[in-house]
């Protein structure tokens, strides 16, 4: 429960440690264990901020929002080390 995202860590990365520590625990409410996922992402995540206004019921929903923002990351990740090369030429 008390799991949160490294300083440089993906969002796919963290949500890969934190469902295998999810996977561990018996009987685990699905509620808590989605409010304790959200609680370990940065403050100015936009999954976070999605996560603020409508909490998935389970562990299925949130995942499938997780792949969503970890795909936009991605790109947006990508984009950056494209326009960063240009600039160094």
């Known amino acids: 429960m008390a799991l949160k995202i490294s300083k440089d860590e993906g969002l796919r990365a963290y949500a890969k440690r934190y469902y295998e520590v999810f996977n561990r625990i018996p009987e685990c409410n699905q509620e808590v264990a989605v409010v304790s996922f959200k609680n370990g992402l940065k403050e100015d995540c936009s999954l976070r901020k999605s996560l603020a206004k409508t909490l998935p019921k389970s562990m299925e929903e949130l995942m499938a ?20 090369e240009k600039e160094n030429g």
């Open 65 to 84: 929002r997780i792949e969503k923002y970890a795909r936009a990351e991605e790109d947006t990740s990508g984009t950056k080390e494209i326009k960063q």
